[in-house]
């Protein structure tokens, strides 16, 4: 895929989301065979503004350029989330929820590698300084192999500890 930038990144759809890849696929195949759209175009190109004939503008199909911002796209997302009944997410909220769960499910060093460049980053602390935050709870059982003790088991040592101090406490006081 070439970014707006001009950038090369070999991308590709993660496990799990088929129908958003048959969707893509459907999609391209319209660019390349009905538009006919090559290489050097975008993906998703801009919305074409035609005048109408009574008055205003109108869409009217897409150009072969770039989005000069992406207001039209966050337009685009916010308005079909609402047509469905259901809470917005900014379009980059959906790679920040892929990167993190790939991040966090990488089961060896070269997975996470190969997330790293599936992003575009240009090297994988970059993916680790966005993407790769672990919760206490996650750290802790990483490093001890133990998961949190539950809150009821750690009080009830506490006053067990508490007790034994003030047990060791009376006996001292007794051979003083």
């Not at 770039?66 to 009944?85: D, L, M, N, Q």
Request: net charge positive.
């Amino acid at each position: 895929m070439a970014t707006k930038l001009g950038k090369v990144i070999d991308t590709f759809f993660a496990k799990g989301f088929d129908d958003a890849e048959t969707a893509l696929a459907d999609w391209m195949t319209h660019c390349d065979e009905v538009a006919l759209y090559g290489p050097d175009d975008p993906l998703f190109p801009a919305t074409a503004i035609a005048a109408k004939s009574n008055a205003g503008f109108e869409a009217s199909g897409f150009t072969r350029g770039h989005w000069k911002s992406t207001e039209p796209v966050r337009k685009i997302v916010r308005t079909s989330f609402e047509a469905a009944g259901v809470p917005n997410y900014g379009p980059h909220a959906f790679r920040h929820m892929l990167a993190r769960n790939a991040a966090q499910n990488a089961k060896s060093v070269a997975e996470l590698v190969a997330v790293s460049q599936n992003l575009g980053h240009t090297d994988v602390l970059a993916t680790l300084r966005s993407y790769g935050q672990i919760s206490r709870d996650d750290q802790r059982k990483l490093i001890t192999g133990k998961s949190q003790m539950k809150t009821e088991t750690v009080q009830s040592e506490r006053m067990r500890n508490v007790g034994t101090i003030l047990d060791n406490s009376k006996n001292y006081q007794k051979n003083q």
